[in-house]
């Protein structure tokens, strides 16, 4: 599978895409969940992308290196320049690089058919609030996003208080998001998904 100049997965395969802090090390229980998730993603044949960097960027794709045993699927990391380098996340199959924010985060959409957005800073919500959007205003459509991890029940919950109680957004909008505690259940709902775009594409 290559990455063309507009960041298209040409053969189509089914692709995930992990969202999730830099900062974040291995001994934390964040960044075994996403190995442990991206490694399942790999044991079904599954593509990868990811923004290439340290923390969960690196757990997602040495998990999904550990899982991809027969070589049969991606590992992509989308990387963007930054003044102050930081280290590539290991066990990358291929690289592409991005001089500003909005190039690559399209480039993530064209290549997702389901998100995943583990814990992280501004840079994550960035990620997921443009994907929101998109999803929202049917831009894109049929792309899930699955927020992984404790802390996005809280932003759930500061979403309906404040911009769903004051009709910022409509009680749709928060169907276009799925909690998920742990890998297991955001497994379940990326494996659901793969099997519909099979059914579609067979």
């Excluded at 089914?14 to 964040?30: H, L, M, P, Q």
């Excluded at 593509?47 to 290196?65: N, R």
């Excluded at 690289?95 to 399209?106: A, P």
Aim: proline share 2%; net charge neutral.
């Amino acid at each position: 599978m290559k990455v063309d100049g507009e960041g298209r997965n040409r053969k189509k395969r089914f692709c995930v895409a992990i969202y999730g802090s830099a900062r974040i090390e291995k001994r934390d229980t964040n960044w075994t969940m996403v190995y442990s998730l991206a490694k399942r993603i790999a044991e079904e044949g599954m593509d990868l992308v990811t923004g290439g960097g340290p923390g969960l960027m690196d757990a997602a794709s040495e998990g999904h290196y550990a899982g991809d045993i027969g070589k049969k699927s991606d590992s992509i990391g989308l990387q963007i320049k930054m003044p102050k380098e930081q280290r590539d996340a290991l066990h990358l199959d291929i690289k592409k690089e991005f001089h500003t924010f909005s190039k690559r985060l399209d480039s993530f959409i064209e290549l997702a058919n389901i998100v995943v957005v583990a814990p992280g800073g501004v840079g994550t919500l960035l990620e997921l609030l443009y994907t929101w959007q998109l999803l929202q205003v049917k831009m894109m459509s049929d792309v899930p996003i699955i927020l992984l991890g404790e802390m996005w029940s809280h932003f759930i919950r500061w979403v309906k208080e404040w911009p769903l109680n004051s009709h910022f957004l409509d009680k749709e909008d928060l169907n276009l998001l799925f909690l998920a505690n742990d890998s297991g259940s955001a497994f379940d709902v990326i494996k659901k998904k793969q099997m519909e775009f099979k059914e579609r594409n067979n």
